[in-house]
C-alpha cells in the first residue's frame, strides 16, 4: 500500500510519534469471585490511576508499586460505551482518515477482553457507518476480515474451512494472510451477520475461571477505502486505504488456577507463549526501535508488527480482575500496560492512487521531458561553436597527414638500417672464426663473461650442477670454506658449459663462445671480457720484511698473517686467501685443455711421473732446515698490473724464452742445502693451485717439510734472483748438490711448460703432487 502523500488527503497526516493509547478497565467481581468471599484490592482514583488499596507487607511495597497511571482507567462501573469513546474511539475512526489503526484488548483469563473488545468493535463500525452516512461527497468500500490464531495456527474465521493460512511478507502492506476471506461490508446487518459466524468459529473452551474462555487471539480487521466523488472518473481520483484491527486477545492464565489439563493445557501453553512474545516486543519498543525487534517469534506479533510499531494508531485496554486472588496476574498486566504506553508509532495516511491518475501523471512527465529533448537538438548550436568544430576537423586531417608521412620515414629507416646489419653481420662472423685458436678449442668452451659473472654474482644464475661441481671440490679445503674453486671448472669444462646452457633462466642470456658471434657487440664484449679476465690474476709479491721467526711456517699462519685486513668476499678473494691461489683463466683453460685431451704429451708426462722420484719431506725438511728455521716472511698479496701483464706475454712463445733462461740460470747459495730443486725453478710457475691436502698436510708442522720448503724457496727465488751474476761457479755448486735429480728436473722444465707440469700433478694425484704445494703463483722477480 503506498503512502505517497494524496492530494485528496481528508487529514493531515502525523508527521510525529505517536505514544500507543493505553487504558485500564476494572471489571466488578463475578459471581464466582463473590461465591468464595474474594474481596477487590484495587480501586481507581481518578481517570487515570489506579492503585492497590490493600496493606502491602514490607516486601511487597518495595517490589511492587501500589499506584499505576494510564491514559485512562475505568471504574468497575464504567460503561463499554464510555472504555469506547475514551479509549478507543478516536484511534479506531482514524481508519476513515486512511490511516490504519488497531485496538487491543489485553489481560488475564476472564477479567472481560471479549465482553469488552465486542462492545468496541460494535462501536466503532457502528461510528464508520454512521461517518459514511455523514460524508456523502465520499464514496467508501468497506472489507471484513476475522481470523484466529490458535495454537500458532491461522485460521480464517469467515470461512469453515479450518486449514490453517500462510503468513506472506509483501514488499508494500507487509505481512499478510494467504487465502484470508475479505468480505464486503455492506450494512450493519451484515457486520452482525459476520459477527455471529466468526463468535461461532472460534475456539472456545470452558475453564475453572470462565465458561466460556476464547482459548485463541481474534483478529477482526475492518479496510475502509474512500474516494471522493468528485473526482472520481478524472485525472485527480485518487483514493484512501486503512484498516483498523480489533484484537481480542487470548487470556493469559495460570494452568494451577484454570485447572486445565490435556488439550486446555496444551492451549494455554501456546496462549503464554504468544502474550510472551508479544511483552517481549512491547518491552523492546517501549526501549526505542534499535535492535533487534522479535516480531517473528510469534504470529500473533508478526501479523500486528506494523501496529505495534508502524504505521498505525494502536490503543490498548488492559482488562483486570479486582479480585485479591488475582492479585499477581493483575499486576502482570499493569506491567505489561505500563511498558505499552511508552511504545510510540508514527501512523500516516495512506493514498492510493488510481490507475487512470497514474497514467495521466505519467504521460504528462513524459511529455515534458520530450519537449527538453528537442530543444537540446543541435538546431540550437550557435555560429561560434560550428566555426570551432570546423577548426578542431581541419588540425585532426593535418595531423593525420603528418602521421602518414612519418610512417613512411620509419619504414625506410628500419629497411636501411636491416641492409646494413646484414652486412654488418657476415663480417663480424667471418672475423669471429678466423680468431680463434685451433690449437685450444675449447677455451672458447669457458666464457670468460660468464665465469666472471658467475664469481661476481654466484646467485645469478643459481646453477645447480654448477653448485654442486663447485662443491665437489669445496668439501676438500679444511676450513671447510665452500667458496667457488676455478679448478673445480677446469676439470668439468664440458659439464660446466652444458649446464650453464641447459640450467640457464630464460631471461638471462648464456653465451657460449663456441658459437659463432653474429655482431660486432658480441665481439666487442668479449674482447672486454678477456680484458677483465685478465684482471683476475692475483699477484703475490714478496717482501723480505722479517717478521718473526717462526720455525714452522705453513700455509695456514700465512693466511692468517697476511690477510687482516682481508675482508674480500668474492670467490676470487676467498681463493686468494684460503690458498694462496693465483687465478689466470686462461692458464687455467690451457690446463684444462691439455689435461683433458689425452695428447701425446700428457702421456709423455705420466710416463715420467710414474719414474719421477720426490725427495722425501723428511729430506727435503733436512735440507731446507737451515733457512725455514732462521727466518719466514710475510706474503703480502697485491693486485698488479705489472704482473698480469707479465703473465699474459708468458702465455705465448715468450715462456720457452723464459725457460732456456731458466736453464741458464746460475744457482744459488741457497741451493747448497737443497739438492732436489733447481735455482730458477719458482720463476716459471704462473698457476699453481692451492690443494685441500696441502693445507692439511700444512697443519702437520713439522712433518710437512715440502710445504716450508715452499716458502723457503719463494725466498731463494728472490735470493737467487740477486745473486744470479755469481756466475758458472754457483751452477756448478747446484748441480753437485742436485745431482741427477737436479739434472732431471731441468730437463723436465726444459721439455714441458711448468703449467702443464703442474696441471698433469694436479689433475691425476693431487695428494702427492708436491708442486701443488709450493703455492705461489706468479713470481716477479
Ligand atoms: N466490565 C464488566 N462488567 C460486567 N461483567 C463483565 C465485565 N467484564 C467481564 N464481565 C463478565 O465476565 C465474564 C468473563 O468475561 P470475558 O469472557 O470477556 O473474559 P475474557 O477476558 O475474555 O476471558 P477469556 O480470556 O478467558 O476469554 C463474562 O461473563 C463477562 O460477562
Excluded at 487504558?23 to 484490592?41: C, F, G, I, M, Y
Excluded at 490511516?99 to 468493535?121: D, V
Excluded at 588540425?395 to 646494413?420: G, N
Excluded at 731441468?746 to 709450493?774: E, G, R, W
Aim: net charge negative; proline share 4%; with cysteine.
Amino acid at each position: 500500500m503506498d503512502s505517497v502523500g494524496g492530494e485528496e488527503a481528508i487529514q493531515e497526516p502525523t508527521d510525529h510519534d505517536e505514544r500507543i493509547l493505553v487504558s485500564v478497565r476494572l471489571r466488578p467481581l463475578n459471581e464466582k469471585e463473590l461465591a468464595r468471599n474474594d474481596v477487590s484490592d484495587w480501586e481507581c482514583i481518578n481517570d487515570t490511576t489506579i492503585i492497590y488499596r490493600s496493606n502491602l507487607s514490607a516486601t511487597d511495597r518495595s517490589l511492587y508499586p501500589t499506584a499505576y497511571s494510564f491514559d485512562s482507567v475505568f471504574r468497575t462501573d464504567s460503561s463499554t460505551r464510555q472504555v469506547y469513546e475514551k479509549a478507543a474511539k478516536e484511534v479506531a475512526l482514524s481508519v476513515v482518515g486512511g490511516i490504519n489503526s488497531s485496538i487491543f484488548a489485553y489481560g488475564q483469563t476472564s477479567s472481560g477482553k471479549t465482553y469488552t473488545m465486542s462492545g468496541i468493535t460494535e462501536y466503532t463500525v457502528a461510528d464508520i457507518f454512521n461517518y459514511i452516512e455523514k460524508h456523502t461527497e465520499r464514496e467508501f468500500m468497506l472489507k471484513f476480515s476475522a481470523i484466529e490464531i490458535y495454537n500458532e495456527s491461522v485460521r480464517d474465521l469467515l470461512s469453515p474451512d479450518c486449514t490453517p493460512l500462510r503468513l506472506l511478507d509483501d514488499p508494500e502492506r507487509g505481512t499478510v494472510v494467504e487465502r484470508l476471506t475479505e468480505e464486503t461490508l455492506g450494512d450493519w446487518n451484515h457486520f452482525t451477520e459476520l459477527i455471529s459466524f466468526c463468535e461461532a468459529q472460534r475456539q472456545i473452551g470452558e475453564t475453572a475461571l470462565n465458561e466460556a474462555s476464547s482459548r485463541s487471539h481474534q483478529i477482526l480487521r475492518l479496510t475502509i477505502e474512500s474516494s471522493a466523488r468528485e473526482f472520481l472518473g478524472n485525472d485527480k481520483s485518487s483514493s484512501l486505504s486503512a484498516s483498523v484491527n480489533f484484537v481480542d486477545l487470548a487470556g493469559s492464565e495460570r494452568a494451577s488456577q484454570t485447572h486445565s489439563a490435556g488439550t486446555r493445557l496444551k492451549e494455554g501453553c501456546h496462549i503464554n507463549r504468544s502474550l510472551l512474545t508479544l511483552g517481549t516486543v512491547i518491552r523492546k519498543l517501549s526501549k526505542g526501535r534499535n535492535g533487534h525487534i522479535p516480531f517473528r517469534d510469534s504470529k500473533l506479533t508478526r501479523i500486528l508488527q506494523s501496529s505495534l510499531g508502524g504505521n498505525a494508531r494502536t490503543a490498548i485496554i488492559c482488562t483486570m480482575s479486582p479480585a485479591r486472588s488475582h492479585v499477581e496476574q493483575t499486576r502482570n498486566t499493569l506491567l505489561f500496560a505500563s511498558c505499552a504506553k511508552e511504545v510510540s508509532t508514527n501512523a500516516q495516511v495512506n493514498v492510493v492512487v488510481s490507475d487512470k491518475a497514474l497514467v495521466k501523471q505519467l504521460q504528462k512527465e513524459l511529455a515534458r521531458l520530450e519537449d527538453e529533448l528537442r530543444n537540446s537538438g543541435p538546431a540550437h548550436l550557435t555560429s561560434e561553436t560550428a566555426a570551432l568544430l570546423r577548426e578542431k576537423d581541419r588540425q585532426i586531417d593535418m595531423l593525420k597527414k603528418e602521421v602518414r608521412e612519418l610512417t613512411l620515414q620509419r619504414d625506410l629507416a628500419q629497411s636501411r638500417i636491416s641492409d646494413m646489419l646484414r652486412v654488418h653481420g657476415e663480417d663480424v662472423a667471418t672475423i669471429e672464426l678466423q680468431s680463434m685458436d685451433p690449437q685450444y678449442p675449447n677455451l672458447h668452451m669457458r666464457n670468460s663473461w660468464n665465469f666472471e659473472n658467475q664469481r661476481e654474482e654466484p646467485n645469478v644464475l643459481s646453477l645447480d650442477g654448477e653448485e654442486s661441481v663447485r662443491s665437489f671440490d669445496a668439501s676438500q679445503y679444511s676450513d671447510g670454506h665452500s667458496f667457488s674453486s676455478d679448478e673445480n671448472l677446469f676439470q668439468l669444462p664440458d659439464l660446466e658449459k652444458n649446464l650453464l646452457v641447459r640450467n640457464s633462466p630464460p631471461g638471462l642470456p648464456v653465451k657460449r663462445t663456441d658459437a659463432v658471434p653474429n655482431d660486432l657487440d658480441q665481439k666487442r664484449i668479449e674482447e672486454q671480457h678477456e680484458e677483465d679476465n685478465c684482471k683476475e690474476v692475483r699477484c703475490i709479491e714478496l717482501e723480505d720484511v722479517i717478521t718473526n721467526t717462526h720455525k714452522h711456517s705453513n700455509t695456514s699462519d700465512l693466511r692468517s698473517n697476511t690477510y687482516t685486513d682481508s675482508n674480500a668476499s668474492s670467490p676470487s678473494a676467498n681463493t686468494a686467501i684460503s690458498g694462496l691461489i693465483v687465478v689466470d683463466n686462461r692458464d687455467k683453460e690451457k690446463v684444462v685443455d691439455l689435461s683433458s685431451s689425452g695428447s701425446k704429451e700428457d702421456k709423455r708426462l705420466n710416463h715420467l711421473h710414474q719414474d719421477f722420484v720426490l725427495p722425501s719431506p723428511k729430506e727435503i725438511s733436512v735440507c731446507m732446515t737451515g733457512n725455514s728455521t732462521s727466518s719466514s716472511r710475510t706474503l703480502k698479496l697485491s693486485r698488479s698490473r705489472s704482473c698480469k701483464a707479465s703473465i699474459m706475454r708468458n702465455l705465448s712463445s715468450d715462456w720457452f724464452e723464459d725457460v732456456d733462461v731458466i736453464q741458464n740460470t746460475p744457482p744459488i747459495g741457497i741451493e747448497k742445502a737443497f739438492p732436489g730443486r733447481p735455482e730458477g725453478f719458482p720463476k716459471n710457475i704462473y698457476a699453481l693451485n692451492y690443494n685441500a691436502n696441502a693445507e692439511r698436510l700444512s697443519c702437520n708442522g713439522h712433518g710437512n717439510s715440502v710445504q716450508n720448503s715452499s716458502v723457503d724457496d719463494v725466498q731463494n727465488v728472490k735470493s737467487s734472483t740477486n745473486k744470479e751474476r755469481e756466475g758458472t761457479e754457483n751452477i756448478n755448486r747446484l748441480n753437485l748438490l742436485a745431482g741427477h735429480e737436479v739434472s732431471f728436473y731441468c730437463t723436465l722444465l726444459i721439455l714441458f711448460p711448468i703449467p702443464v707440469l703442474m696441471a698433469k700433478y694436479q689433475l691425476t694425484d693431487p695428494i702427492d703432487n708436491s708442486f701443488n704445494h709450493c703455492s705461489i703463483d706468479s713470481v716477479n722477480l
